[in-house]
């Protein structure tokens, strides 16, 4: 047994959290490098916490190991959003889980479909030809409201005053996770000041009554109806889940797909690919496997060992946080040749049927239950992209990432669309975008 190389320090001194906030893959890169292993320990969260970044030992983590840790989510997140799925673990875990699959079942997706393509359209129809647009802001008003479509049966076009305002409260409520979790409320010359965290818990107040009220208006066989007939044992129970499906989570992870892929896919360059991509659907599967593998949304996922047990060769102590970092895991050159490169052919050459190896929705039995609605967007999104435009985007270059909250570019690309029945426009805006960059 190897003796896991790293160092935890002293508490609170020896804390590495701000450093891995700052820049998780700098972070990762590092510690790599320095111990020549993708797996180490170090302090975090003010916890010994185990680093995983080898695409095996993360696949093993997921798929073999879930009986030895639980999820690491509860003591930070679950103020904001209460008892549910991704705060339970075993029985109870599997118990939620049982009720939830069938409302995202192969089948189930299938009637949701019609939702997810009216609102999608209904953005994408008002894509500016020839002017830049702010991808990343533009997909993630469209996320919000197919979240806001599903989950809550709220649209802007029957709902155009209210629809405004959940979006702003889901925002709010969003904030909450990336705030230091106190609930603070302090009185000022100017009227009174509050942290994030105590404007996030008000938001979620006000989501759960919102909630309350959609499900008892419904009557279609929508998520709503699905839901209070699922077997949920309170209605409270069914608000929490709900609660945590409208998060802004799901739109921002969905706009840094969208974003990612829109951007690998810009310019005369890569017309061709677009083009193959259009006629192919299997090669456009590729596409989004790479967008997935090289920018997923989220860094990594966290666990709390409740069990010492053995992962590739190193003991993981009792009571250690872990931390998987799906960006290290998925440019493991052990696994993913020239990992740093975009190569959507690698999905039908050498990691062909390597798909067990992604992590960007965790995996194994904690795998998100959502995964069949998730590609269902994701392909709708693409397709209706690339059958209607040629794009380009306006800086010379793609900016470095950023990769948190969520993974996005550090300045917010501009995209400029252009009709694909003006195949010679694009030609002519890449010279334009050449020019003004030099």
Not at 179 to 208: H, I, Q
Request: glycine share 8%; aromatic share 10%; net charge neutral.
């Amino acid at each position: 047994m190897s003796e896991l190389p790293g160092y935890v320090g002293y508490p609170w001194v020896g804390d590495n959290s701000l450093e891995f906030y700052r820049d998780p893959v700098s972070f990762m890169e590092k510690r790599t490098q320095d111990y020549n292993s993708r797996i180490f320990q170090a302090r975090f969260i003010n916890r010994p916490t185990v680093f995983v970044g080898s695409a095996e030992a993360v696949k093993k983590l997921l798929n073999e190991k879930t009986q030895h840790f639980e999820m690491g989510y509860k003591a930070l997140w679950q103020g904001l959003y209460g008892e549910n799925v991704l705060f339970s673990d075993g029985t109870e875990a599997t118990a939620l889980r049982a009720l939830l699959i069938p409302l995202f079942n192969k089948e189930a997706v299938n009637g949701y479909q019609s939702t997810v393509e009216r609102i999608c359209d209904r953005t994408l129809q008002t894509i500016p030809a020839g002017k830049p647009v702010k991808v990343y802001e533009l997909l993630k008003q469209m996320s919000t409201e197919i979240s806001m479509g599903l989950f809550l049966d709220i649209e802007r076009e029957t709902d155009n005053s209210f629809g405004p305002h959940v979006s702003q409260l889901m925002t709010q409520h969003w904030h909450g996770i990336i705030s230091m979790p106190a609930n603070l409320k302090l009185p000022t010359w100017g009227g009174n000041w509050e942290s994030g965290y105590s404007k996030a818990l008000e938001a979620k107040d006000e989501l759960l009554k919102i909630i309350g009220d959609r499900i008892g208006k419904n009557k279609h066989n929508n998520v709503l109806g699905l839901m209070k007939t699922a077997g949920f044992r309170s209605e409270d129970e069914i608000y929490r889940h709900l609660l945590l499906f409208v998060s802004a989570l799901v739109p921002k992870a969905f706009s840094s797909l969208f974003t990612s892929f829109t951007l690998q896919l810009a310019g005369p360059s890569k017309a061709s690919m677009r083009q193959k991509a259009l006629e192919d659907e299997t090669f456009l599967e590729h596409i989004l496997l790479e967008v997935q593998r090289l920018w997923p949304p989220f860094i990594g996922g966290r666990r709390l060992v409740r069990q010492e047990f053995t992962l590739a060769g190193y003991s993981i102590p009792q009571g250690h946080g872990l931390m998987y970092v799906t960006h290290t895991a998925h440019r493991d050159p052990q696994i993913f040749p020239e990992p740093n490169s975009f190569k959507p052919e690698r999905w039908s050459t050498c990691n062909a049927g390597h798909e067990g190896y992604l992590c960007a929705f965790g995996g194994g039995p904690r795998r998100c239950v959502g995964t069949q609605l998730v590609q269902l967007v994701l392909k709708h999104v693409t397709k209706y992209l690339l059958h209607n435009f040629h794009w380009e985007v306006t800086q010379a270059e793609i900016p470095p990432y950023k990769w948190l909250p969520v993974s996005r570019p550090t300045v917010e690309d501009q995209v400029i669309f252009t009709p694909r029945d003006s195949p010679e426009q694009e030609v002519e805006m890449g010279v334009e975008v050449a020019e003004t960059s030099l």
